[in-house]
């Protein structure tokens, strides 16, 4: 079993990090550390913070190994977001022109990303190429179709072509 040894210090900072902490993960691993802090078993750990037996050797591992930071950060898989590339352009459209609906930003951004892929499509059929996610881009016997949006009827994008 693990026995990290803990300065009163320690114990104090370990105990205001769970007390003030945002993240729930962060503040259940903080909470099986202080309970080890203060000497308490593996079982009455286990008991009293409701985590498994490994959970409570994974928790004090990383505390061993990297500190309140260890604990505090969440490795959690986060995908980028397919507006990323948008950003900018977004930003300084609602800056100059703030939506005043949901709805009403929605319908922006889907405009302003299509208008992005429609331009790349024209610059790719003068010979000019663009740079583009291959999820993005549907192929087809060679033929490159945009993909549809909510508000594209199958007319409009016939017209596209």
């Keep these: 079993m693990l026995q990290p ?3 009163e210090e320690e114990i104090a900072h370990i105990y205001q990090l769970f007390m003030d902490h945002p993240s729930g993960v962060a503040k259940k691993k903080l909470h099986v550390v202080y309970l080890k802090a203060l000497g308490l078993p593996h079982q009455e750990i286990i008991r009293i913070a409701r985590v498994s037996g490994d959970s409570v050797t994974r928790y004090l591992q990383a505390y061993i190994e990297g500190g ?3 604990l505090c950060s969440s490795p959690r898989h986060s995908p980028g977001s397919a507006l990323l590339p948008h950003s900018e352009v ?6 100059t022109h703030p939506p005043q609906t949901v709805a009403e930003a929605a319908y922006e951004i889907e405009k302003l990303v299509w208008c ?3 331009l790349l499509e024209r610059l790719e059929g003068a010979g ?3 740079h583009r996610q291959a999820s993005a881009v549907q192929r087809t016997d060679s033929v490159r179709t945009l993909p549809p949006t909510p508000r594209t009827s199958m007319k409009n994008l016939a017209a596209v072509h």
Excluded: I
């Design 5 to 7: 040894n803990f300065t």
């Design 68 to 70: 309140v930071t260890a």
């Design 90 to 95: 977004l930003k300084t459209r609602f800056q």
């Design 116 to 118: 992005f892929w429609l």
């Design 128 to 130: 000019v190429e663009g």
